[in-house]
């Protein structure tokens, strides 16, 4: 009885860190600073997403750096609840994959976001900092196979969970690149025939 009781007491908590992780990779960053700093709906100009780079390019650095680390802060600060809610190492997947899906598909927006880069990058130097540190190169690589960002960003999202195993990650991290990987993927399939100057 007492193991049922801690059982459904884990998995309420998980629920609860699953939507927290939501809500806050959810938030808005360069849709707010847009507004704030150019005047402008990120939504509406450049590539239409609301990540740092557009912001940089429409609205300028210093908008476009602040995006970045707020929208890199967010996947932390949502992992950290959910291994803070949990105690457990397995709740960095899911609350991870949540936090990088409501930075791509914002619940404040209308489903409008980012390309969810920063969220799971800083997600996995928290948790795995040599992926990170090998996952920069990569991309380099690819985009001069490919010549293409988003072509070359869902090339880098295909190797990521062996990436990761290779180097030795915990399964947890493993899945999580899978998942969150998986999304961003997804996310980049409209660009996919974009034509880039």
């Known amino acids: 009885m007492k193991g049922n009781c801690l059982l459904s007491l884990l998995v309420l908590k998980l629920l609860v860190a699953v939507v927290l992780a939501y809500l ?3 938030f808005p ?3 707010i600073l847009g507004k704030l700093w150019g005047g402008i709906d990120m939504r509406q100009v450049g590539s239409t997403h609301t990540g740092g780079m557009n912001v ?6 210093g908008a476009g750096i602040l995006t970045f680390f707020v929208d890199a802060s967010k996947g932390i600060i949502a992992v950290a609840i959910g291994q803070a809610l949990t105690h457990t190492l397995g709740s960095v ?3 991870g994959t949540m936090a990088t899906a409501g930075h791509c598909w914002s619940l404040y927006t209308g489903l409008h976001g980012g390309m969810g880069l920063s969220t799971l990058g800083a997600i996995l130097f928290y948790l795995q900092p040599l992926a990170v540190l090998a996952a920069v190169p990569l991309w380099l690589v690819l985009y001069i196979l490919v010549r293409h960002p988003p072509r070359t960003t869902m090339a880098l999202m295909l190797t990521l969970a062996p990436l990761l195993w290779l180097l030795g990650a915990p399964p947890v991290v493993i899945v999580l ?3 969150a990987g998986g999304a961003i ?3 980049h399939i409209p660009d996919f025939n974009r034509i880039y100057d």
């Open 24 to 26: 806050i990779g959810s």
């Open 29 to 31: 960053t360069g849709v």
């Open 56 to 61: 940089a390019r429409s609205v300028g650095i």
């Open 93 to 95: 997947t899911v609350t």
């Open 177 to 179: 690149g899978l998942l």
């Open 185 to 187: 993927f997804i996310k």
